[in-house]
């Protein structure tokens, strides 16, 4: 059990007692060291540690003079996500929803009018490969005769703490009227374009976005906060992606 659930229930056991024995000043003490509890109980996002896990990836033989591609192109897209974990570890909690895969489809399809792009076909994730294994994505793309790969890798961090409002939370009824409970989404997102005949990367763009809600402990859902991160990040980086295309000249032009 996290420490943090722990010490709310020790808490609430201790203002049961003492609120029958009608202590108020002992009340007083539960309740100000909880405020001083609350104030630490946060873990930051480990921008160095996310960037290492984007940069870190396994690509062979690349190629020492590679060629120029041309525009437009055909490309396999694939998006993938990991979520750092409090420990610093990272795991397969959050995944893009089929929401930002329409997001990532209305950009491409533009890019497609724009004439950016000839085509572009989805790699669908097994779930057996990690998104650093750029090796194996590249075969796979390969396999369908495609100019370059595109990839949306992120890492996202999610924090849930209680702030001093949450003291009310022990009314019960302040558990649904106050907001006490809050929860950080952090997102970090590489976009990087590979020429799968020379393996080499010849496009990045980076995008980070955070998303802050406070509400009532009861009716609060993280879902809110990470749905939310990923939108916007999303789209900071497929805008930046699609202007970088625009500074590509289109074939015939």
């Given at each position: 059990?996290?420490?943090?659930?722990i010490?709310?229930?020790?808490?609430?056991?201790?203002?049961?007692?003492?609120?029958?024995?009608?202590?108020m000043?002992?009340?007083?003490?539960?309740?100000a060291?909880?405020?001083?509890?609350?104030?630490?109980?946060?873990?930051?996002?480990?921008?160095?540690?996310?960037?290492?896990?984007?940069?870190?990836?396994?690509?062979?033989?690349?190629s020492?003079?590679?060629?120029?591609?041309?525009?437009?192109?055909?490309?396999?897209v694939?998006?993938?996500?990991?979520?750092?974990?409090?420990?610093?570890?990272?795991?397969?909690?959050?995944?893009?929803?089929?929401?930002?895969?329409?997001?990532?489809?209305?950009?491409?399809?533009?890019?497609?009018?724009?004439?950016?792009?000839?085509?572009?076909?989805?790699?669908?994730?097994?779930?057996?490969?990690?998104?650093?294994?750029?090796?194996?994505?590249?075969?796979?793309?390969?396999?369908h005769?495609?100019?370059?790969?595109?990839?949306?890798?992120?890492v996202?961090?999610?924090?849930?703490?209680?702030?001093?409002?949450?003291?009310?939370?022990?009314?019960?009824?302040?558990?649904?009227?106050?907001?006490?409970?809050n929860?950080?989404?952090?997102?970090?997102?590489?976009?990087?374009?590979?020429?799968?005949?020379?393996?080499?990367c010849i496009?990045?763009?980076?995008?980070?976005?955070?998303?802050?809600?406070?509400?009532?402990?009861?009716?609060?859902?993280?879902?809110?906060?990470?749905?939310?991160?990923?939108?916007?990040?999303?789209?900071?980086?497929?805008?930046?992606?699609?202007?970088?295309?625009?500074?590509?000249?289109?074939?015939?032009?």
């Open positions: 059990m996290p420490k943090l659930q010490l709310i229930i020790l808490v609430v056991l201790a203002g049961l007692h003492v609120i029958l024995e009608g202590d000043k002992n009340i007083s003490i539960i309740l060291l909880l405020l001083i509890y609350l104030s630490g109980c946060t873990t930051g996002f480990n921008r160095e540690a996310a960037e290492r896990r984007l940069a870190d990836v396994n690509l062979d033989r690349v020492s003079s590679p060629n120029t591609l041309k525009i437009p192109l055909k490309v396999a694939y998006a993938d996500m990991e979520t750092m974990t409090r420990s610093g570890q990272f795991e397969d909690r959050w995944i893009w929803s089929t929401g930002d895969m329409q997001l990532i489809a209305s950009y491409l399809d533009n890019l497609v009018e724009l004439k950016y792009l000839s085509e572009y076909f989805i790699i669908p994730d097994d779930n057996q490969h990690s998104m650093q294994d750029i090796n194996y994505l590249i075969g796979e793309a390969k396999k005769d495609v100019d370059a790969l595109l990839t949306l890798r992120g996202i961090k999610v924090n849930k703490y209680l702030n001093p409002a949450a003291i009310l939370d022990l009314t019960i009824i302040g558990a649904c009227l106050f907001p006490g409970s929860r950080d989404a952090t997102l970090l997102v590489y976009m990087n374009l590979w020429n799968v005949k020379d393996n080499d496009l990045t763009v980076k995008g980070e976005g955070e998303k802050k809600i406070s509400e009532p402990t009861f009716l609060i859902d993280t879902q809110d906060a990470v749905d939310a991160v990923k939108y916007d990040t999303l789209r900071q980086v497929l805008s930046e992606f699609k202007k970088r295309c625009r500074e590509i000249k289109p074939a015939g032009k």
